[in-house]
């Protein structure tokens, strides 16, 4: 996804339009398509905002003052995509803005509560949870308008049909299914007893698969990342394969060559708390706490979230293992 600041410009415009229908349209599509970097066909169209303008958003290391963003940011698309329910372009990039809002702003507070807040936890867990499938639907939507019975199919749980459907995805739609698979197995990871998440957690996986078949560095091994977390979590019914998780992980690190802390925290959680290795736990965190979030500079926001991470769990290490 294009994220770039030039929404606030672009939705405000929209209310000076005049009212002639035909001019309206065209303007909002125009929009529409300029913040999503996809067109109303959901095929990518070339870049709109200069590599400054996208640095000033996925390049921020104030946490609090992107997520005070987030939100009016998020909202605006909604509208914006209300205005425009045809655009699949834009359908897939408001999806994946509820899904990163979720993850980097939801989910990522909430894990860090002490018992003490229990139940506010589980508030904060089931609002993560709405945004992840909320913008699942976005894109799972928009892509069945590009290819019909695709949502059926790869919702329906039965792996033929499942198969069939990720075939179907070409390289325009790697952003879409990325996100699509990461907010359905983000909100399986948060409540793997609900059953309309446990039986179709397969679609998640294909969607993800054929990412990394399509586009492997996709992301900086993005869709290794969560591959990973998911094949080391999952129980060998459902899908779990430790050999396919260290494989993912081995991927991840090899794209991203160590310039983002991503690998080694998912390594830590995914791979050595199940193993109770402590000391592999301790030693891929501290790894994550040496990157620079410089060496990336257009994900600044992510290796800061991501290390905040790595921090809380290195202070809690006495949490997740048991000693002999």
């Given at each position: 996804?294009?994220?770039?600041?030039?929404?606030?410009a672009?939705?405000?415009?929209?209310?000076?339009?005049?009212?002639?229908?035909?001019?309206?349209?065209?303007?909002v599509d125009?929009v529409?398509?300029?913040?999503?970097?996809?067109?109303?066909?959901?095929v990518?169209?070339?870049?709109?905002?200069?590599?400054?303008?996208?640095?000033?958003?996925?390049?921020?290391?104030?946490?609090?003052?992107?997520?005070?963003?987030?939100?009016?940011?998020?909202?605006?698309?909604?509208?914006?995509r209300?205005s425009n329910?045809?655009?699949?372009?834009f359908?897939?990039?408001?999806?994946?803005?509820?899904?990163?809002?979720?993850?980097?702003?939801?989910?990522?507070?909430?894990?860090?509560?002490?018992?003490?807040?229990?139940?506010?936890?589980?508030a904060?867990?089931?609002?993560?949870?709405?945004?992840?499938?909320?913008?699942?639907?976005?894109?799972?939507?928009?892509?069945?308008?590009?290819?019909?019975?695709?949502?059926e199919?790869?919702?329906?749980?039965?792996?033929?049909?499942?198969?069939?459907a990720?075939?179907?995805?070409?390289?325009?739609d790697?952003?879409a299914?990325?996100?699509?698979?990461?907010?359905?197995?983000?909100?399986?990871?948060?409540?793997?007893l609900?059953?309309?998440?446990?039986?179709?957690?397969n679609?998640?996986?294909?969607?993800?698969?054929?990412?990394?078949?399509?586009?492997?560095?996709?992301?900086?091994?993005?869709?290794?990342?969560?591959?990973?977390?998911?094949?080391?979590?999952?129980?060998?019914?459902?899908?779990?394969?430790a050999g396919?998780?260290?494989?993912?992980?081995?991927?991840?690190?090899?794209i991203?060559?160590g310039?983002?802390?991503?690998?080694?925290?998912?390594y830590?959680?995914?791979?050595?708390?199940?193993?109770n290795?402590?000391?592999?736990?301790?030693?891929?965190?501290?790894?994550?706490?040496?990157?620079s979030?410089?060496?990336?500079?257009?994900s600044?926001?992510?290796?800061?979230?991501?290390?905040?991470?790595?921090?809380?769990?290195?202070?809690?290490?006495?949490?997740?293992f048991?000693d002999?």
């Amino acid at each position: 996804m294009r994220v770039s600041p030039v929404w606030a410009a672009g939705c405000a415009a929209l209310l000076l339009l005049p009212s002639c229908a035909t001019i309206k349209h065209s303007a909002v599509d125009a929009v529409s398509t300029a913040l999503a970097g996809y067109d109303k066909k959901g095929v990518p169209v070339a870049r709109q905002t200069t590599p400054e303008a996208v640095l000033a958003v996925t390049g921020e290391t104030d946490t609090t003052l992107a997520a005070g963003f987030f939100p009016a940011a998020l909202k605006l698309h909604d509208m914006l995509r209300a205005s425009n329910p045809a655009h699949i372009g834009f359908a897939e990039s408001t999806g994946a803005y509820h899904v990163i809002y979720a993850n980097a702003f939801i989910q990522a507070d909430a894990e860090t509560l002490p018992v003490s807040r229990y139940d506010e936890q589980c508030a904060e867990f089931a609002r993560a949870k709405m945004h992840y499938l909320r913008g699942r639907d976005d894109i799972l939507g928009a892509l069945g308008r590009k290819y019909p019975r695709f949502r059926e199919d790869i919702a329906s749980g039965d792996a033929a049909r499942v198969g069939r459907a990720a075939s179907r995805l070409s390289a325009d739609d790697v952003n879409a299914a990325y996100w699509a698979g990461a907010g359905w197995l983000g909100a399986f990871s948060l409540d793997p007893l609900d059953d309309s998440l446990l039986g179709t957690a397969n679609g998640a996986v294909a969607l993800l698969e054929r990412v990394a078949a399509l586009e492997p560095e996709y992301g900086n091994g993005a869709a290794w990342n969560v591959l990973c977390a998911f094949y080391a979590s999952a129980p060998a019914d459902f899908g779990g394969n430790a050999g396919r998780a260290r494989f993912c992980y081995e991927e991840s690190l090899r794209i991203s060559k160590g310039r983002l802390p991503d690998p080694y925290v998912i390594y830590a959680q995914s791979l050595c708390v199940p193993a109770n290795d402590s000391a592999g736990f301790a030693e891929a965190l501290g790894k994550a706490l040496a990157v620079s979030p410089d060496d990336m500079p257009d994900s600044r926001l992510s290796t800061v979230i991501m290390q905040k991470k790595a921090r809380w769990l290195l202070e809690h290490k006495e949490d997740y293992f048991i000693d002999w």
